[in-house]
């Protein structure tokens, strides 16, 4: 893994690229060697104009001391090198990725796509379907 300085540019391109692909990304900040692994979910813009990404890191260090995983945020302008990997990553809702928090609606520049949750069918309502279908194919069987 190569790791070269970028411009904020180029770290927005990578970013805004691991996010709508969901791949992981590797990061070092500005006067820091140690990198960090993390899964970028959101990039916006703060109250105060700076553009953040908020992602789960899983790996890498940390300057709270508080080991991954772990959410976190970066100021762009802080990210001296970026790297995508190929690791795909899924959305971290259970971990308490919230799209719809009030911090984003302001200047969201980039999010993850988040899945539709499927629906839970009651018995009665798969019982139903199931004798539909058998209906279906009774009455298909007898034309073929």
């Not at 990039?43 to 709270?64: A, H, L, N, W």
């Not at 772990?70 to 690791?87: E, G």
């Not at 984003?104 to 999010?111: F, K």
Request: include cysteine; charge should be positive; hydrophobic fraction near 35%.
């Amino acid at each position: 893994m190569l790791f070269r300085s970028c411009t904020m540019p180029g770290i927005m391109k990578i970013l805004s690229r691991a996010i709508s692909e969901r791949k992981t990304a590797v990061v070092r900040c500005n006067n820091q060697h140690a990198i960090r692994i993390i899964e970028p979910h959101v990039i916006y813009t703060t109250g105060s104009g700076e553009i953040v990404v908020e992602c789960f890191q899983t790996r890498g260090f940390t300057e709270s001391g508080n080991p991954p995983p772990l959410w976190t945020k970066f100021r762009i302008a802080s990210i001296r090198s970026a790297y995508l990997l190929n690791d795909i990553f899924e959305v971290r809702l259970a971990d308490g990725f919230d799209p719809d928090k009030m911090e984003y609606r302001r200047g969201r520049l980039s999010m993850v796509e988040v899945p539709e949750p499927e629906l839970e069918l009651a018995d009665h309502e798969k019982h139903q379907i199931t004798m539909k279908s058998k209906s279906l194919l009774g009455r298909l069987g007898s034309t073929i």
